[in-house]
């Protein structure tokens, strides 16, 4: 149980296009997503917490024009990186909580690798 | 403030040897949940446990096993009989009623177990 998945898990995009990464849990419901991203040997940085039917809320120093936040359903959210640049090549990672379960845990999905030319 | 430290950057280990992640946090919350993860070089990462401030019974799951306690604010990793599948990126979190229960990382701990 407790399975995230995500899609694409690559990406590849000319700068100035833009790109959606979706976040789905798969055998639970998820009011409360998170979306992350992770450099080169680091740990997470939160970009922002996605709330299903409401506004995401966007850590400081994230941009929400860019990062664009959907969470449509209990089962899905998605990013949209927008007017992507070689600067937002990174990896993303999204999270759900289950909150049947253990509400408090976070569950990743295999995150999703963007490369900007 | 609310911290996690994970003071080892980088452990190498020979298969079949016992191996203890350390991870220190801090908080002023009475009610916080701990947990470790496990990024192996795929990438993804892996729920491992969650312990919340209550619960200081250690576990044991397998050839892990996790030490809390609270009187050293420690939340220490251990893997015995290791093997080069255990080898990845570990991670210690925590969370708190105060923080919204937003994750609070530590850098990481590198496993690499030789063969």
């Known amino acids: 149980g407790a399975v995230v998945s995500q899609h694409p898990s690559r990406v590849i995009c000319k700068s100035g296009t833009s790109v959606k990464i979706e976040c789905r849990s798969l055998d639970f419901q998820a009011t409360t997503m998170f979306w992350y991203r992770q450099f080169p040997k680091k740990s997470l940085m939160l970009m922002a917490t996605s709330n299903e039917g409401s506004k995401a809320t966007y850590e400081q120093g994230v941009e929400k024009d860019k990062f664009l936040i959907n969470h449509a359903s209990l089962t899905l959210s998605t990013l949209t990186v927008t007017s992507a640049h070689p600067e937002d090549s990174s990896f993303y990672i999204c999270?759900?909580?289950?909150?049947?379960?253990?509400?408090?845990?976070?569950?990743f999905g295999p995150g999703t690798r963007l490369t900007v030319l | 403030a609310q911290k996690v430290t994970q003071a080892q950057t980088e452990i190498s280990v020979v298969e079949k040897e016992d191996v203890t992640l350390d991870c220190v946090y801090e908080t002023r919350d009475t009610t916080y949940y701990l947990f470790w993860y496990k990024q192996p070089p795929s990438g993804e990462w892996v729920f491992l446990i969650r312990?919340?401030?209550?619960?200081?019974q250690n576990e044991i799951s397998g050839r892990y096993s996790w030490n809390f306690q609270k009187s050293t604010s420690s939340f220490n990793f251990t893997i015995t009989a290791s093997q080069v599948v255990d080898s990845a990126v570990y991670f210690c979190?925590?969370?708190?009623?105060?923080?919204?229960?937003?994750?609070?990382f530590g850098t990481g701990t590198r496993l690499k177990v030789l063969a």
């Open positions: 979190a925590l969370s708190t009623t105060s923080g919204t229960y937003k994750y609070i």
């Open positions: 999270s759900a909580r289950d909150l049947a379960g253990d509400w408090d845990t976070q569950y």
């Open positions: 312990r919340n401030s209550f619960d200081e």
